[in-house]
Antibody, heavy 122, light 108 residues
């Protein structure tokens, strides 16, 4: 059974940093691209960032480019999101999601975690 | 960036009725890389349709997707009580993936 478990969320002051993690199990992690998607309270889904299976292809939404860094450790079956210079508008539930096509960077998201909440407030 | 516009914003229907949800893209979606997700309150999104028309594993056949280019549709043939939720379309054919703003399907 595929499982994605996010962690690392919490309350942080504006301008500070936070690192999110996503622990994956139930599939061959290093075969699949992974993504982060966020959802502000009461709002819709926003794609944040994605990384290919081998970290060779990485992309970011314009809203986080230059502040967030996605990475993965295939030996630990883990995905990360380093978030720097956090702003009030970054406050959201952050989901990690698995791409449904093995070996492809471009794919639908077939499994999602339950999310970790990031609150940005002074 | 490809902007996806979903309509209507809210759709009020009764169980047993047919639901038609629209997703229009600001430019052509590459290779019909268009997906639909369902989200219920307090839950993560669930994949329904990928590649514009392929049902995901375990999705009932009352859900169907169609379209190409810039116009896509999600159809639910006969609404069940558990289908009332928010639905999002997503394009994943460009380097910047984008979601539509969502359609809320509510019980009339």
């Amino acid at each position: 059974e595929v499982q994605l478990v996010e962690s690392g969320g919490g309350l942080v002051q504006p301008g500070r940093s936070l690192r999110l993690s996503c622990a994956a199990s139930g599939f061959t992690f290093d075969d699949y691209a992974m993504h982060w998607v966020r959802q502000a309270p009461g709002k819709g889904l926003e794609w944040v960032s994605g990384i290919s299976w081998n970290s060779g292809s990485i992309g970011y939404a314009d809203s986080v480019k230059g502040r967030f860094t996605i990475s993965r450790d295939n030996a630990k079956n883990s995905l990360y999101l380093q978030m720097n210079s956090l702003r009030a508008e970054d406050m959201a539930l952050y989901y990690c999601a698995k791409v449904g096509r093995r070996g492809y960077s471009y794919g639908h998201f077939d499994y999602w975690g339950q999310g970790t909440l990031v609150t940005v407030s002074s | 960036e490809i902007v996806l516009t979903q309509s209507p914003g809210t759709l009020s229907l009764s169980p047993g009725e047919r639901a038609t949800l629209s997703c229009r893209a600001s430019q052509s979606v590459s290779s019909s890389y268009l997906a639909w997700y369902q989200q219920k309150p307090g839950q993560a999104p669930r994949l329904l349709i990928y590649g514009a028309s392929s049902r995901a594993t375990g999705i009932p056949d009352r859900f169907s997707g169609s379209g190409s280019g810039t116009d896509f549709t999600l159809t639910i043939s006969r609404l069940e009580p558990e289908d009332f939720a928010v639905y999002y379309c997503q394009q994943y054919g460009s380097s910047t993936r984008t979601f539509g703003q969502g359609t809320k399907l509510e019980i009339k």
